[in-house]
């Protein structure tokens, strides 16, 4: 069964700490990760697609990392508006169109 | 364009009641999907269509849980009869082309049974 496993559940930042959130899954072959954001009574939006380990994507102060077993969406200088739940996702191979996603990471930046 | 529309936004209900959840999926999107989503078990895919066929109701909880698409502007999700472990937000996510991977989520209708 296709597992997504994000840590650290919950992380508080100051404006302009740097820091990293983890994806960690398992799939039957990977078809790409999907990163997506969240913010408290919206739907989640996205914001990356990775396809194979080494890959990576930015978008302003975010940047996504693929290795064969885990994800890292890594924030530089963040800003108060960066404080959203962070979700990430996996496709499989095989025709399936299902995205598996975990539980994501609530983050707070503090002004 | 107005994107995923959902209504209602909010449910309030008593146990045993039915319960339809509705969706507007953006114009052209060929992929319409019903997520739930709980503090416990995150985001679930309970079903999801192509072209307004059924392609996979794996994720669909049990017998009580029935969804439509008659066609390429409407989808509902229905709960007959409701129970309070139903009680979540219900998205849904519509996508375009192969892949279908770029999901657009609606706001979502936040259900609470009673």
């Known amino acids: 069964e296709d597992q997504v496993t994000q840590s650290p559940e919950a992380l508080r930042l100051q404006e302009g700490e740097s820091s990293s959130l983890n994806c960690s899954y398992t799939v039957s072959g990977l078809r790409g990760l999907f990163w997506y954001r969240q913010d408290p009574g919206k739907g989640p939006e996205f914001l990356f697609t990775?396809?194979?380990a080494g890959e990576e994507k930015e978008k302003e102060r975010l940047k996504a990392t693929l290795t064969k077993k885990e994800s890292f969406l890594h924030i530089t200088a963040p800003k108060p508006e960066d404080s959203a739940t962070y979700l990430c996702?996996?496709?499989?191979?095989?025709?399936?169109?299902?995205?598996?996603f975990g539980k994501g990471t609530k983050l707070t930046v503090n002004p | 364009d107005a994107g995923v529309i959902q209504s209602p936004r909010h449910e309030v209900t008593e146990m045993g009641q039915e319960v339809t959840l509705r969706c507007k999926p953006i114009s052209g999107h060929d992929y319409l999907f019903w997520y739930r989503q709980t503090m416990m078990r995150g985001l679930e895919l309970l079903i999801y269509?192509?072209?307004?066929?059924?392609?996979?109701d794996s994720g669909m909880p049990e017998d009580r849980f029935s969804a439509k698409m008659p066609n390429a502007s409407f989808s509902t999700l229905k709960i007959q009869p409701s129970e309070p472990r139903d009680s979540a937000v219900y998205f849904c996510?519509?996508?375009?082309?192969?892949?279908?991977?770029?999901?657009?989520f609606g706001a979502g209708s936040r259900l609470t049974v009673l």
């Open positions: 996702a996996v496709q499989a191979q095989g025709g399936s169109e299902k995205l598996v």
């Open positions: 990775l396809y194979s």
């Open positions: 269509f192509n072209n307004n066929v059924p392609i996979d």
């Open positions: 996510a519509t996508a375009e082309g192969s892949g279908a991977n770029v999901l657009t």
